[in-house]
């Protein structure tokens, strides 16, 4: 079955730390990629998509994430955690015959003073 | 991008009874979706609502315990009925966006059955 797989379900950095969220994917066709964040008591927001071209993404709030098709990987990463960081973190996947977003499982990111 | 507004955005009922969620987008779309995150977990796709047309259901999920509506193309809604306390989740909408499946997603809304 085509999935999502976001390893770690919680993770904590310091403040200031590198960020580290993974995300593997299987999808028969090229898929299309999307990281969302989830703040506390609200709705998921766009962090960054790929879709096609440079497997390089930038997003908002200072994330990117890297498209590497030889791993079947879309990790999110942010070189500096900030508090305004902690949030729940959702890998999904769309592409192929059906328009329908998969999620990974979720990943809570911590951030400690 | 679309806005997209949910009501109530929280609400607390008793088991049996049926809540009715909003939903409304700020611009005309397509396709809508509806999806339940229950506590802890993912999000789960229930159904999709095309306006004109009935809402196609996910595995498990069924229309007599979901009903949908979607009667124009910035608006529907979603049913809970005869809820349990197992239905206790935030129930989120979204809608597509004109490029690459991207969807963007209203608040929420956080329902607890007693």
């Known amino acids: 079955a085509q999935s999502v797989t976001q390893l770690g379900s919680h993770v904590s950095v310091s403040e200031g730390a590198l960020v580290l969220l993974r995300c593997n994917y299987s999808?028969?066709?090229?898929?299309?990629l999307f990281w969302y964040v989830q703040y506390p008591n609200q709705g998921l927001q766009l962090l960054l998509k790929?879709?096609?071209?440079?497997?390089l993404v930038k997003g908002i709030n200072g994330f990117e994430a890297e498209f590497k098709k030889s791993e079947t990987s879309f990790h999110l990463t942010k070189p500096s955690a900030h508090m305004s960081d902690a949030a729940e973190y959702f890998c999904a996947k769309s592409g192929g015959a059906t328009n329908k977003l998969i999620f990974g499982t979720g990943t809570l990111l911590a951030v400690q003073p | 991008s679309a806005v997209i507004s949910q009501k109530p955005s929280r609400d607390i009922c008793q088991r049996g009874t049926s809540l009715t969620i909003q939903c409304q987008v700020d611009s005309q779309v397509t396709m809508m979706f509806w999806y339940r995150q229950q506590p802890g977990q993912s999000l789960t796709l229930i159904a999709t609502a095309n306006q004109g047309s009935e809402a196609t259901y996910e595995s498990g999920f069924v229309i007599d315990k979901f009903p949908i509506s979607r009667p124009n193309l910035t608006f529907s809604t979603l049913t809970v009925s005869n809820m349990s306390p197992e239905d206790s989740s935030i129930y989120l909408c979204?809608?597509?966006?004109?490029?690459?499946?991207?969807?963007?997603f209203g608040p929420g809304t956080r329902l607890t059955v007693l």
């Open positions: 999808s028969s066709v090229p898929p299309y």
């Open positions: 979204s809608v597509e966006s004109d490029s690459y499946n991207e969807q963007f």
């Open positions: 790929y879709t096609t071209g440079a497997t």
